[in-house]
């Protein structure tokens, strides 16, 4: 992939995402995110992994957020948008943003690794896919059904605690 | 009073309700197929066939005055019929007939017969109403014109639509 | 070489898309107003050249003549933006299916990408968006219900339409629906394996699961697009016309353009999974012939045009649902069904590979 892509998603991902910090409407917020979750996926799928891509693309995007949405909605949120900014706040934010950015960056000039340009990555030869499913269901089979179990509960308990309480 | 409408008991097969919709999609293909072969009678295609022939003969169409044999409006206008039309389409401005003319005896003659077809309902009253017989309803139904002055029919257009009607009325000619 | 693909891909692009797809699109309209006339012993528009096959460019002209008009407490950047967010994901969908076998020496598909379905997936998952935010810009109660609907109602049917086609998958072995297709010709489409070892009688069997698999699936693409059992973000007779009731001129003739695009899309994922893509019996594929290759793309889009007549003739067949009753369907039935089938197809995958 050009690097002229990758600055386009690059900046997508990142413009949008100040942007969902930024916006005082909270739907414009979601729809960001959403924004940003694209330019995600589309990163990921320059590194070749379409698999992983397009899930952000399906779950992030198509579902998570449409239930953020659907949520947001139903509240109508209109105090968010008149309330005024406070500048101590902001500024306060925005200070504790650039230093982190600081010490990122100072993490990552003394990590040698970091500091190399790293070879061009070979075309893969093999179906990312497979790959995926391949490792699910030998190394990391355990791991998979417990995570696997783990969200059948999480699906039970939602379904008895939402179910009507019989009068 | 609210009433409780029992909701029908179905069996299993009712409830799968597969059968029903299978049901449905084949009447619905049904009447598709019969349309496609020409097998179902449609609505006339009106601009290209038209009913007129099938019209009844008491069929109340547009309003129209008529001449009699000599070529006289039988209209005297006597303005029964602009008094009992409903919606007041009716507008009659009556003339003298000299007295040289062969028809002096009738006296008057409408100067202007105006029907404001934007008003008329075709209720026929003035036909019923008129002691001359000189105004009728015809069959003709398509009544269009751009503007509003367009759908004043002006006694002109209500001769041409009326036409020559023979016989009927006799009292204006000359004795014999 | 790079350049050759360039190119053929833009031509591919928009071949598809302004001969095919857009034309499509509105005689598609056209299509549901006759047969909607036709089930209902009408005519339907017939007017406008020879059997009214002018209609579409006529309703194109009025709409775009009319007055567009923006409601003063609509969210105006979101209200402009929600049309195109509608048309938009359905014909971007249409990239990964392979329309055609080859043309020239070049495959008839615009991306033959490894995650095909989850790329439909996930695209038509992101359709939802322009009718909620259609529905909330609007800020009108009746296109907020709508959009409401809209998105829990996507959100249900999303699940049965992933799962329904995972049995095809498990027996393809391949996300890519090149693969699918090339899987059909060799051993018969999915509904009705006539080709290849057609006598194996596993074969048959594993048909029964593929037809259950092929109903829920259909079923869901019906939801997914809105069409008439589950068309319930645009119930007319409960939402004054659901999320475009403020819409009008182009805008809200753009909202006709996504469904309509959005049914051919699905019918062409339905037409690769299940019908065994530009294959038919007896034809041979583009590499016997570039006429075979124009053949090939033909059939496809028969196909495509007769799933879009049964979408058509079972929205003018059934009635709406009511929405509690379209969310138990969704989660307490279909689900289930597209679950239990995956297990069906799981048992008899072994023996009918054996044979």
């Known amino acids: 992939m050009s690097p002229f892509l990758f600055w386009i998603f690059a900046l997508m991902t990142l413009i949008f995402g100040a942007g969902v910090v930024i916006n005082r409407n909270p739907v414009a917020s979601a729809l960001s995110l959403v924004v940003s979750f694209l330019g995600l996926a589309a990163l990921f799928m320059s590194l070749d992994a379409f698999f992983v891509g397009i899930i952000q693309v399906l779950v992030y995007a198509g579902a998570v957020m449409v239930l953020f949405l659907f949520i947001i909605m139903l509240l109508n949120l209109q105090t968010e948008e008149r309330r005024r900014i406070n500048g101590l706040a902001a500024a306060g934010g925005i200070g504790v943003a650039l230093i982190l950015l600081v010490q990122i960056c100072f993490v990552i000039g003394h990590f040698q690794a970091a500091r190399q340009t790293f070879p061009p990555l070979a075309r893969s030869t093999t179906d990312d896919v497979w790959n995926i499913g391949a490792l699910l269901f030998s190394n990391y089979n355990l791991p998979f059904q417990i995570i696997g179990v783990l969200v059948l509960v999480a699906t039970i308990g939602v379904v008895l605690l939402s179910k009507r309480q019989p009068r | 009073m609210a009433v409780t409408v029992p909701r029908p008991r179905l069996n299993w097969r009712e409830r799968l309700y597969l059968p029903a919709i299978v049901a449905g999609l084949a009447i619905t293909f049904k009447h598709f197929k019969n349309m496609l072969l020409g097998r179902t009678k449609v609505t006339m295609q009106y601009p290209e066939q038209k009913w007129d022939s099938s019209l009844p003969d008491h069929y109340r169409g547009a309003p129209a005055l008529v001449r009699d044999e000599d070529g006289r409006v039988r209209c005297v206008a006597c303005q029964l019929c602009e008094f009992i039309c409903p919606p007041r389409a009716i507008k009659i401005i009556s003339g003298e007939i000299p007295s040289a003319d062969r028809f002096a005896k009738v006296e008057k003659f409408p100067e202007a017969f105006d029907i404001d077809m934007i008003r008329c309902i075709f209720c026929g009253m003035c036909e019923e109403v008129c002691p001359e017989q000189a105004i009728f309803l015809r069959k003709d139904y398509a009544i269009t014109g751009f503007t509003r002055a367009d759908m004043v029919h002006h006694k002109e257009k209500l001769l041409e639509i009326g036409g020559v009607m023979h016989g009927v009325v006799l009292k204006w000619n000359e004795k014999k | ?355």
Request: with cysteine.
């Open chain 3, 1 to 355: 070489m790079d350049f050759f693909f360039i190119i053929t891909s833009l031509l591919k692009i928009v071949g598809i898309l302004f001969v095919v797809i857009l034309p499509m699109v509105s005689y598609a309209v056209y299509a549901e107003r006759r047969v909607s006339a036709f089930i209902q012993d009408r005519l339907g528009p017939n007017r406008v050249g020879p059997a009214g096959l002018f209609q579409p460019i006529a309703d194109m002209f009025k709409l775009l003549l009319k007055e567009d008009f923006t409601p003063r407490a609509a969210n105006t950047f979101y209200y402009w933006l929600a049309p195109c967010l509608a048309v938009m994901p359905a014909i971007i969908t249409i990239a990964v299916v392979p329309f055609g076998s080859t043309l020239f020496g070049v495959p008839m598909v615009i991306a033959d990408v490894n995650v095909g379905i989850l790329f439909v997936f996930a695209i038509a998952s992101l359709g939802v968006y322009g009718i909620v935010i259609g529905g909330w810009a609007s800020n009108s109660k009746y296109p907020f219900l709508g959009g409401i609907r809209s998105s829990a109602q996507m959100l249900s049917y999303e699940l049965s339409l992933g799962l329904a086609v995972v049995p095809v998958f498990m027996v393809v072995g391949n996300l890519r629906l090149t693969s699918v297709v090339l899987y059909q010709i060799g051993h018969g489409w999915f509904i009705a394996p006539f080709v290849g070892d057609w006598m194996n009688p596993w074969k048959w069997l594993l048909a029964v699961p593929m037809l259950i698999s092929f109903f829920v699936f259909m079923i869901a693409v019906f939801a997914e697009t809105n069409r008439l059992p589950f068309d319930l973000p645009e119930a007319e007779q409960e939402l004054a016309g659901g999320y475009n009731t403020e819409y009008s001129s182009m805008k809200f003739a753009l909202y006709f353009l996504g469904e309509y695009a959005a049914m051919i899309t699905g019918s062409a994922v339905i037409v690769t999974l299940f019908f065994g893509g530009w294959h038919f019996p007896g034809i041979p594929d583009g590499s016997h012939g570039w006429i075979f290759g124009l053949i090939n793309i033909a059939v496809f889009f028969t196909k495509v045009a007769a799933v879009i007549f049964v979408f058509m003739w079972v929205r003018w067949t059934l009635p709406r649902f009511r929405y509690d009753q379209l969310m138990r369907l969704g989660w307490l039935f279909f689900f289930e069904i597209a679950l239990v089938n995956i297990f069906l197809v799981a048992a008899i995958l072994p023996y009918s590979s054996r044979l």
